[in-house]
């Protein structure tokens, strides 16, 4: 829940930057969240299957 929040709102703010920089934002964003759910999920699947 948390690291979707972060993406929807690195999501909103992205549109204050200038066009150049929102595809760098993009790619962090996603590159980003994508590393920490592999970490979380590695440490704690039995966490995140009790709070699903």
């Not at 999501?11 to 920089?21: D, K, L, M, S």
């Not at 760098?24 to 299957?49: A, E, F, K």
């Amino acid at each position: 829940m948390i690291l979707i929040l972060v993406c929807r709102i690195d999501g909103i703010t992205r549109t204050w930057i200038t066009r150049w920089n929102i595809s760098i934002i993009i790619i962090i964003c996603h590159v980003w969240c994508i590393h920490v759910l592999r970490v979380y999920i590695q440490h704690s699947s039995c966490t995140i299957n009790m709070s699903l």
